[in-house]
């Protein structure tokens, strides 16, 4: 009895152990996932400073038909065309952190709507990747966002 | 004296430190690039298998005018469609890597060579973003490819 009680005790740990890591996972997933709803909410309400603000210093825009944007001057700018051309929404499909805690990813759908040339209301769907830094106050930047679009080409 | 010869010797060790510490985030860096370049070979080479082998498992490619592909068959499709349509090079600007040296990223720009419907040479110019994980046998695959064009809409 005590051989096998020492496997079950033995068991009972391992278990928890497995069970403690999976929650460190999901917690530090948990952190890129909040920031990534955080932006989402203030790109929503077309808060040109505070989106932009959630780019590291040395944060990139990928954007289609323009070139790589670094630094939040050039970034602003692009942010700002895209707020008076229309309306984006995104939403989060996977997000992972590293084991040390201070670089992660969101990847997920955007929609964007906005009218024609005509006036008429046309939607863009597409897909979005995030690279995220952990800062040294502990809040997540954009290191990389990056999209493009499902649609065929027009 | 022996004052000042305790604080030459912390400032010399605080240096070699951050050289050290330098050194190890560019020596991460470098397995990221390597990888980087390996694919760039077998995908040059048009070589499919290899090509797709460089994916993980829950890798997803992240292709302009369709959706994400994620698992290698997916991939496989999109990756033998681009073989066929035209030649794909590219140049890694930035890399990088987690401290626990799992998870990293490269980016850098594209060209694609190809001919237009009316069979004219055209080139496509353009930017990527690769997320990286390292696998349990030291190896590099990519959990996200993401590219899009710098050229404006056609």
Redesign the interface.
């Known amino acids: 009895m005590k051989l096998l009680h020492r496997i079950m005790v033995g068991l009972i740990i391992l278990g928890v152990g497995a069970v403690a890591s999976a929650q460190t996972a999901d917690t530090a997933a948990d952190g890129v996932r909040a920031a990534d709803a955080a932006w989402l909410k203030v790109y929503s309400a077309k808060d040109l400073n505070k989106s932009v603000a959630f780019f590291d210093d040395q944060g ?1 825009l ?7 944007a670094t630094g939040k001057a050039a970034i602003s700018k692009l942010i700002a065309s895209d707020f008076s051309f229309g309306d984006l929404t995104w939403q989060v499909d ?1 997000a ?10 969101t ?1 997920g ?1 955007y929609k964007f709507s906005f009218k024609d040339p005509s006036g008429k209301p046309a939607t863009d769907n597409g ?1 979005y ?1 995030t ?1 995220w830094k952990k800062q040294t106050d502990g809040s997540w930047k954009v ?2 966002n ?9």
Do not use: A, C, R
């Open positions: 990139s990928l954007s289609p038909n323009d070139p790589i996977k992972g952190v590293s084991k040390s805690g201070e670089l992660g990813y990847s759908k897909k990747l690279v290191l990389f990056m999209f493009n679009t499902d649609l065929p080409p027009s």
